[in-house]
């Protein structure tokens, strides 16, 4: 069974550009996640879906990143336009079940550097 | 809110046993999950304590003691390959909420 994908695993962009990140999670997994660690710092909750809706959003630290769930399939997470504090690296995490919450399928992760 | 409290590096040398300590605090505490990432890879799922006690799973182990809000991992016969970074984490506190808080995370670094 493949494991959560992600694409690309790493982005190099100015600041005032935009980007793309994409998320393929263990198909049948209904739960997707979004969080992101900078720094070396803890990992941080970025939002939530649950198929195609978004269960939690909580997360999204401003208007300038938007993610979508197409289909309930694969999911992409935009960020625009980056600033220099968007540097870091971005998980998706996918999981499905009883254990749903606390069982969570991670991705690669994409390296992102905004320049 | 809540807030996870873990050491932010811990070192032992290879055969050894470690344990990795985490407090918390959170309002409403559904259990406890802990997660291995090795350098540039993808967090992994360990093990998950909802009740008291320790759960064992091969050379890893987990214990929670709720009325303590403590937790910890411990890591037997230590190998090189267990370098890596180890997180807590519990279930955010809202009702309704289904993410995950984690820890900042403890690196262990096993020496020869």
């Keep these: 069974e493949a494991g959560v994908t992600q694409f690309p695993s790493h982005s190099v962009i100015e600041k005032g550009q935009t980007v793309t990140l994409r998320c393929d999670p263990i198909s049948g997994h209904d739960n997707l996640y979004w969080y992101r660690r900078v720094m070396g710092k803890e990992i941080k909750f970025l939002l939530h879906f649950v198929k195609e809706s978004k269960q939690d959003e909580s997360g999204m630290p401003n208007n300038r990143f938007l993610a979508e769930r197409t289909g309930g399939t694969y999911s992409t997470l935009k960020v625009q336009p980056a600033e220099l504090e968007d540097s870091g690296v971005y998980f998706c995490a996918s999981s499905q079940g009883r254990l749903a919450i606390y069982e969570q399928y991670f991705g690669p992760g994409t390296r992102l550097t905004v320049t | ?112």
């Design chain 2, 1 to 112: 809110g809540q807030s996870l409290e873990q050491p932010s590096e811990v070192t032992a040398v290879e055969g050894a046993i470690v344990q990795i300590n985490c407090t918390y605090q959170t309002s409403g505490f559904y259990g406890l999950s802990w997660y291995q990432q090795h350098d540039g890879g993808a967090p992994t799922f360990l093990s998950y304590n909802a009740l008291d006690g320790l759960e064992e799973t091969g050379r890893f182990s987990s214990f929670l003691s709720r009325s303590d809000s403590y937790g910890y991992l411990l890591l037997q016969e230590l190998q090189m390959k267990d370098s890596a970074s180890y997180f807590c984490a519990v279930r955010a506190g809202d009702t309704g909420r289904r993410a995950l808080t984690f820890g900042s995370g403890t690196r262990l670094q096993v020496q020869p």
